[in-house]
């Protein structure tokens, strides 16, 4: 299954508190917290492009499963990991104290990210 494509995000739960516990500052995430990301996604069998664009902040990755790679984080900081495929569908990744696994349901795009016991979920459909 392909994750190529654009994802506009629908719905999220628990951005606020998540920003603060990963050390979000509190004016960025005021700002943040009604903006639509936009997701982007080339993917080339296992080699992945993804940009993240909410408002004026870009982030962007590119990874391929099962290489370590330098990773931008929403803090702005980078951080050594290696992403691996669970299944066709899920893509899991442990950043260092937060872990995301994104998963592709049919036009959906689902983002878990959990630190802690506080778990951020995003719902993102394809656009």
């Given at each position: 299954?392909?994750?190529?494509?654009k994802y506009e995000?629908?719905?999220?739960?628990n951005f606020?508190?998540?920003m603060k516990a990963i050390g979000v500052p509190d004016e960025l995430i005021e700002k943040g917290k009604d903006l639509k990301s936009v997701t982007?996604?080339?993917q080339n069998g296992n080699d992945f492009k993804?940009?993240?664009?909410?408002g004026?902040?870009?982030?962007?990755n590119e990874f391929t499963i099962g290489q370590e790679t330098d990773f931008a984080t929403i803090t702005g900081?980078?951080?050594?990991?290696v992403v691996t495929l669970e299944g066709a569908n899920k893509l899991f990744v442990r950043l260092n104290s937060v872990t995301s696994v994104t998963e592709l349901c049919?036009?959906?795009?689902?983002?878990?990210?959990?630190?802690?016991?506080?778990?951020?979920?995003?719902?993102?459909?394809?656009?």
């Open positions: 299954m392909s994750f190529a494509g995000l629908e719905s999220q739960e606020e508190p998540f982007e996604i080339v993804i940009t993240i664009t909410t004026s902040n870009v982030i962007h900081s980078k951080v050594k990991a049919e036009n959906k795009l689902l983002a878990i990210l959990t630190v802690g016991d506080l778990t951020y979920k995003m719902i993102s459909k394809r656009v």
